[in-house]
C-alpha cells in the first residue's frame, strides 16, 4: 500500500490544506459548549437579553466559519482522493497493458477487472476519509478533554475514566468486526464470481437446462452471504446500546458531581451543561473514528492487492534493435546478453553462423519448442520451418494440437523456451516489440471486435486508413457486400464484443481489419472456420492476388483450406508430425491422411488432387 501513494504527491498542497481546515473547524466546534456556557452563566443569569443575542450571534458566526472551512476541507480532500484514483488507476491501466500474455493467463481478467474498479474506489475513499478524519477525531477527542480541565479539574477526571471504557467498547467491536468483513467480502467476490459466470454462460445453462441447479447454488452462496452479514449487524448493532449505557451512565456521575459543585460554588451551572456536551462530541468522534479505520484496514487490503499486480512484471524485454541496425544485418552478440540462461544452444551456434542466410527468409522456426507457465510439459517442440517471403504455410492439427501456440510464437505474444523464431532474419526478441507487430497482420482465433463504428473498428489496422483503403481490405476479406447492406455502411455501429453480428461476419470483419494495415505477414488463425466452403475458398484467392502479396499462415482444422499452401505443417499434439505439399503428406505422412480422409472419400480426394 505504501508504494501507492507515491501518486499522492501530485496532490502535496491538497492533502495538507485539506487536515488543515478540518482542524480549524475542528477547533471552532470546540468553542461552541464554552459559548453555551457563557448564555446561561452570564446571559440567563443576569436576565441580559442583550448578551444573549450577542452570544447567539457569535454561534451563528462559529457555525458559518466552520462550515466554511468544512467544506474548504472536503473540497481539498475529495480532489486528492479523486487525483489519486485517477492517477492510480491509469498507471495501473498501464502497466497491465505492459505484461504479456504469460501474466495476463497468470492473472486472469476477472481480476483485473476488480483490482482496476472496485478497489481503485476503496482506495480512493480511503484516502478521502483519512484526509477528513484522521486528525479531527483524535483533536476533538483529546480537545474536548482539555476544554473540560480548563472548566473543572474534578469533573473532568469524569472524562479521563469514560474515554478508555468508550474505546474499549469501540475498537473492541471494531476488532470483532474487522475479520468478519473481510469474510464478508470474499462471500461477495463469490457471489460476484457466479453472477458473471452465469450470465455470460446463460445460453450454456439453458440449453443445457440447468436453470433450477444454478439457481439453487446462487441461492446457498447468496445464503450464505446474508448470514454473515447478518452476524456481523448483529454485533456491530451492539456498539449503540453499549456506548450509550456508558455514556448515559458519565452523564449521571457528571450531573451528580456537578449539582454538588455547583451547590458548593466551584462552577456554574452553564459549564456543567458544557461538560456535557462535550461528553457527546467525544463519544461521535470515537464512532466516527472506528468506522474511519474500517475503512482504512478496507482501503489498506485493496491496495495491497493492487500492489501486488504491480509487483507482477513482464517476462518479456522489449528488443534494443532500432531500425539502422535492421541494414546492419544480425546481430547475434547483442542477442546473447538479451537470454536470461546465457546458454549458448548447439542451434544457436549453428544459426548464428550464418545470418546471411536467414535473411532470405520470411519467418524461421529454429527447433523452437515452447511450454506455457505452470502447464507442464512443452505445448509444441522441435519446430522447424523456413518461409519465403510470399509464401502460404498451412498449419493443420487436431484441437489441442498446438497450432495456435506456434503462430502465436511470430508476433511474439508468448517467449520461445528453448531454439528461436526469425522474422526477416531477426530474431524475434532483438525486434522492438511496436515494431514486430507493424509487420504482422494477426487474425485471433476468437473474433474480438470493440463496440463503434465499422470504419473506427477498420482504423486500429492503420490509424489514417481512407474509406478506399478500407474498402478494399473489405473486399479482400469478403465483407464488402454485408458491410454494403448495412445501415451506414462504414458507419454501422458495432456493439461491444460484436454482439450484432453473426460469427462469419465477426470473422471477416476481423480479417479485414488485418488487411488494411497492408502486413507483411498475415495469420489467420483458424479465421475462416464459421465461412462456408465458397467464401472460404474466395478469400484465400483475393489474398493469393493481392499486389505485393504477404506471407500467409492459415491454421485450419479442414484440410481443403490449406491444401494448395506452398508448405503444410502437420501437428500432433506438439509435435511435427509433417511438412511439405499436400501431394507430399498425402504420401507419406499418416496424420495428415488421416485428417484428409476423414473429410474427403478417396475418389473425391483424386479429384482435388488432378
Ligand atoms: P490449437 O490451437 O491447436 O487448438 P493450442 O495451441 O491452443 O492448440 O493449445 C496447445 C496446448 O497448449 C493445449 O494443450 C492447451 O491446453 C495448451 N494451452 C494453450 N493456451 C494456453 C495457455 N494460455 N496457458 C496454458 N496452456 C495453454
Ligand atoms: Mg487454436
Known amino acids: 500500500m505504501r508504494k501507492l501513494l507515491i501518486y499522492l504527491k501530485d496532490y502535496k498542497k491538497e492533502s495538507i490544506l485539506g487536515p488543515l481546515f ?24 443576569n436576565g441580559d437579553k442583550n448578551y444573549i443575542l450577542k452570544m447567539c450571534g457569535v454561534l451563528i458566526l462559529l457555525a458559518v466559519i ?51 474498479t472496485s478497489d481503485i474506489n476503496q482506495v480512493q ?8 478524519l484522521f486528525l479531527r477525531s483524535p483533536f476533538i477527542v483529546f480537545g474536548a478533554m482539555v476544554m473540560a480541565f480548563t472548566i473543572d479539574v474534578k469533573a473532568a477526571l469524569i472524562f479521563v475514566v469514560i474515554i478508555p471504557l468508550l474505546a474499549i467498547v469501540v475498537f473492541g467491536i471494531m476488532l470483532i468486526t474487522i475479520p468478519l468483513f473481510k469474510k464478508v467480502q470474499s462471500g461477495l ?32 452462496k447468496n445464503q450464505l452471504l446474508t448470514n454473515l452479514q447478518l452476524y456481523v449487524g448483529k454485533i456491530s448493532a451492539l456498539m449503540n446500546p453499549l456506548t450509550y449505557i456508558l455514556i448515559n451512565a458519565a452523564l449521571l456521575v457528571l450531573i451528580w458531581v456537578g449539582a454538588i459543585r455547583v451547590d458548593n460554588g466551584a462552577i456554574l451551572q452553564g459549564e456543567v451543561v458544557a461538560l456535557v456536551n462535550y461528553m457527546s462530541q467525544i463519544l461521535i468522534e470515537l464512532v466516527k473514528l472506528a468506522n474511519l479505520i474500517i475503512t482504512v484496514t478496507k482501503a489498506v487490503a485493496c491496495g495491497n492487492r493492487i500492489e501486488s499486480v504491480f509487483e507482477i512484471h513482464s517476462s518479456m524485454s522489449d528488443g534494443h534493435r532500432t531500425k539502422s541496425d535492421a541494414h546492419a544485418g544480425g546481430n547475434p552478440a547483442k542477442r546473447q546478453d538479451l537470454r536470461s ?9 549453428h544459426a548464428g553462423g550464418n545470418p546471411a542466410k536467414r535473411q ?52 511474439r505474444f508468448y517467449d520461445v523456451s528453448e531454439g528461436a ?80 453480428l453473426s460469427g462469419g461476419q465477426k470473422q471477416r470483419l476481423t480479417i479485414a481489419r488485418a488487411l488494411v494495415k497492408k502486413p507483411e505477414i498475415l495469420i489467420l488463425d483458424d479465421s475462416a472456420s464459421a465461412l462456408d466452403y465458397a467464401t472460404d475458398a474466395a478469400l484465400r484467392h483475393s489474398i493469393r492476388e493481392m499486389k505485393n502479396a504477404p506471407t500467409v499462415f492459415i491454421v ?51 479429384e482435388v488432387h488432378s
Open 66 to 116: 466552520g462550515l466554511v472551512c468544512s467544506i474548504t476541507a472536503q473540497f481539498f480532500a475529495a480532489k486528492a482522493a479523486v487525483g489519486f484514483a485517477a492517477k492510480l488507476r491509469h498507471v495501473l491501466f498501464a502497466h497491465i497493458q505492459s505484461l504479456s500474455y504469460t501474466e495476463m493467463d497468470a492473472i486472469g481478467t476477472s481480476t483485473m477487472i476488480t483490482r482496476m
Open 421 to 500: 523464431v526469425y522474422v526477416s532474419g531477426e530474431d524475434v526478441r532483438d525486434y522492438k516489440l511496436s515494431e514486430l507487430r507493424d509487420k504482422i497482420g494477426i487474425v485471433p482465433q476468437k473474433a474480438v471486435l470493440f463496440a463503434g463504428t465499422i470504419r473506427e473498428n477498420m482504423k486500429w489496422g492503420k490509424a489514417d486508413a481512407t474509406d478506399e483503403e478500407i474498402n478494399e481490405a473489405l473486399d479482400i476479406a469478403q465483407a464488402r457486400e454485408f458491410v454494403e447492406q448495412k445501415e451506414g455502411k462504414l458507419d454501422a455501429e458495432i456493439e461491444q464484443g460484436g454482439r450484432n
Open 189 to 220: 467476490d463469490e457471489v460476484l464470481g457466479i453472477t458473471r459466470e452465469n450470465l455470460t454462460g446463460s445460453r450454456v445453462i439453458r440449453a443445457f437446462h440447468k436453470e433450477k441447479e444454478e439457481i439453487e447454488t446462487f441461492h446457498e
Open 125 to 132: 475513499s480511503g484516502v478521502n476519509m483519512v484526509l477528513r
Open 341 to 349: 540462461d546465457g546458454h549458448r544452444t548447439k542451434s544457436d551456434a
Open 22 to 45: 478540518k482542524l480549524l473547524e475542528a477547533s471552532f466546534e470546540l468553542f461552541v459548549p464554552l459559548v453555551m456556557a457563557a448564555i446561561i452563566d452570564v446571559g440567563i443569569a
Open 360 to 411: 532470405d527468409y520470411a519467418v524461421c522456426f529454429d527447433n523452437v519448442s515452447m511450454g506455457y507457465q505452470g502447464g507442464g510439459e512443452y505445448a509444441v517442440s522441435n519446430i522447424n520451418l523456413k518461409v519465403k517471403r510470399g509464401e502460404t504455410v498451412g498449419v493443420i492439427g487436431g484441437t489441442g494440437s498446438g497450432k495456435s501456440t506456434v503462430i502465436n510464437l511470430i508476433p
Open 556 to 606: 485450419s482444422q479442414r484440410a481443403a483450406s490449406i491444401l494448395h499452401a506452398d508448405q503444410i505443417l502437420v501437428l500432433d499434439d506438439g509435435d511435427v508430425a509433417g511438412l511439405g505439399t499436400h501431394a507430399e503428406l498425402l504420401e507419406n505422412c499418416e496424420v495428415y491422411q488421416e485428417i484428409y480422409y476423414s473429410q474427403f472419400s478417396k475418389e473425391e480426394g483424386e
